[in-house]
């Protein structure tokens, strides 16, 4: 069983959450999203997570040396890049495989369209869960819903997550 956490502000964590629930049934029934937040965190330091998802973490400001803890038992870290530099100071020691994703030209994932499906450019190789390189290009990830998200952060995290289990589909 595999553990992928989702640290979002509280009006978003849900719906984040359940997205990559449906998304990621397909191609991995045996994992389990979790939500990280500041009711949760001392609870679930000791979680040995696969991927953690990082869209905010401005709610968690008082607790990085629990997130820290957290992040050295992590394999993947996806990271909003357009989140502020305290913050991302938190992954400048850590020795795990970092995906930063946003509209910072620095970020490894980009987003070069946001229509109705998501066109996504990778600007540096990444490993996948399958240990198959991602080497740079444009990808187009498919968006299954009447609406895309109500934040084009959270789809560009959730399709960054889902390009690491080898999907190119999101389901809302």
């Not at 369209?113 to 399958?130: A, F, G, H, P, T």
């Amino acid at each position: 069983m595999s553990f992928i956490g989702v640290i979002a502000d509280s009006k978003n964590e849900m719906q984040i959450k359940r997205t990559l629930d449906n998304s990621l049934n397909s191609v991995n029934k045996e994992h389990t999203v979790i939500t990280i937040n500041d009711k949760s965190v001392d609870n679930i330091k000791n979680i040995r997570f696969e991927t953690i998802l990082v869209i905010s973490l401005k709610e968690l400001v008082n607790k990085f040396d629990v997130i820290n803890e957290i992040f050295k038992n992590t394999k993947y870290l996806v990271i909003n890049s357009d989140i502020d530099d305290d913050s991302l100071e938190l992954i400048n020691n850590t020795k795990l495989n970092v995906i930063t994703f946003g509209f910072n030209q620095k970020a490894t994932i980009t987003a070069s369209s946001v229509e109705d499906n998501l066109m996504l450019c990778l600007q540096r190789k990444i490993l996948d869960i399958n240990k198959n390189i991602l080497e740079p290009q444009e990808i187009e990830v498919k968006v299954i819903s009447k609406k895309l998200s109500n934040s084009t952060h959270n789809s560009m995290g959730i399709a960054s997550v889902m390009l690491i289990y080898g999907k190119k589909e999101i389901i809302f």
